[in-house]
C-alpha cells in the first residue's frame, strides 16, 4: 500500500501562486508515476499534470506554462507550483500515484492509472 498526503492549499488572489506537495510514504517502489487531479464542485475529476520517478513530465493544456510539477525521490514527495491562478483553478487537488507503462510516449492522465490516493487539498482563486 502508498499512503499519499496533500498539503499546501488554501485561498489566493487571482494571479497568486500556491505550492502544492504531497508526501508519499508505504511501498512507494511499487509506483513509477505521481499525478495531480482536481475536482471543482459539480464538475468531473481532471488530470492536471504527471511526473514520473524518472522526471518525464507531462501537463493538462489547461494548466500548461502556468504549473509546474517536480518530485523529490530521496523526500517520495512531489510538488505541485501553481503560478498565474484563476478563478477557474477553484478545486480539490489531488495526489495520486501509480504504476504505469515504462514508455515516456504513454500520458499517465488516466485515473485508472493510479491505485493510490491522497485525501485531497482545497485550492481556491478569488476574482
Known amino acids: 500500500q502508498v499512503q499519499l498526503v496533500e498539503s499546501g492549499g488554501g485561498t489566493v488572489q487571482a494571479g497568486g501562486s500556491l505550492r502544492l506537495s504531497c508526501a508519499a510514504s508505504?511501498?512507494?517502489?511499487?509506483?513509477?508515476?505521481k499525478g495531480w487531479f482536481r475536482q471543482a464542485p459539480g464538475k468531473e475529476r481532471e488530470w492536471v499534470a504527471a511526473v514520473r520517478t524518472g522526471g518525464t513530465t507531462y501537463y493538462a493544456d489547461s494548466v500548461k506554462g502556468r504549473f509546474t510539477i517536480s518530485r523529490d525521490n530521496a523526500l517520495n514527495t512531489v510538488y505541485l507550483q501553481m503560478n498565474s491562478l484563476k478563478p477557474e483553478d477553484t478545486a480539490v487537488y489531488y495526489c495520486?500515484?501509480?504504476?504505469?507503462?515504462?514508455?515516456?510516449?504513454?500520458?499517465?492522465?488516466?485515473?485508472?492509472?493510479?491505485?493510490?490516493w491522497g485525501q485531497g487539498t482545497q485550492v481556491t482563486v478569488s476574482s
Open positions: 495520486a500515484a501509480g504504476l504505469v507503462s515504462f514508455y515516456t510516449s504513454y500520458v499517465p492522465r488516466n485515473s485508472y492509472d493510479y491505485p493510490y
Open positions: 508505504g511501498s512507494t517502489s511499487k509506483t513509477n508515476c
